[in-house]
């Protein structure tokens, strides 16, 4: 979880209300919406959005998620939720890093891992789909992102795209 990532995001949260428990303190499942809008301003960043998600034809759900948290956030306090990349070419692995805006504390870390799964048939894929993965590495040129041996998520001869044991 304490990778940097090759390209990130960042969104500022006042906690509001709503969001503490009776401790006043945010309640820990609430962190969880703040890593999902980084993420959602990360893919926006990739033109990856949830339009192109949707239009893709592949689901992307969550299927590893690993939050450490470090200090408690009360009502009214600004916080920084950073989302960077990490994975796109066999998961989308996210890394998060939550902090207090006023002080640069650090609030709590966070990882997530998403999977395509096919919209028509509901087989998991084991790869990013190829043009999940080109736009991902467009967008990461756009940015000035070096994709050379170190950087390339890439790896030689064919993928096994589908659970099942079909290769593309």
């Known amino acids: 979880m304490r990778e940097r990532g090759v390209l990130a995001a960042e969104i500022e949260v006042q906690v509001p209300f709503h969001d ?10 609430h962190y969880l919406k703040y890593f999902e809008n980084a993420r959602w301003a990360l ?13 893709s034809g592949f689901g992307w759900p969550v299927v590893d998620l690993k939050v450490r948290y ?11 939720v950073r989302a960077a990349l990490v994975d796109w070419e066999n998961r989308l692995t996210i890394v998060y890093l939550v902090t207090d805006a006023a002080t640069g504390e650090r609030v709590a870390r966070a990882q997530t891992r998403q999977v395509a799964v096919d919209g028509a048939t509901g087989v998991l894929q084991l790869t ?20 050379s041996p170190a950087g390339a998520q890439r790896s030689a001869g064919p993928h096994m795209n589908q659970v099942g044991g079909k290769t593309s």
Do not use: K, N
């Open 43 to 55: 893919m926006d960043q990739l033109d990856c959005g949830l339009e192109a998600m949707i239009g």
């Open 20 to 29: 503490v428990d009776l401790a006043q303190v945010v309640w820990h499942g």
């Open 128 to 147: 990013s789909p190829p043009a999940f993965v080109a736009r991902i590495e467009a967008a990461l040129v756009r940015a000035g992102v070096s994709l």
């Open 70 to 80: 470090l200090r408690f956030s009360r009502y009214g306090d600004r916080l920084r």
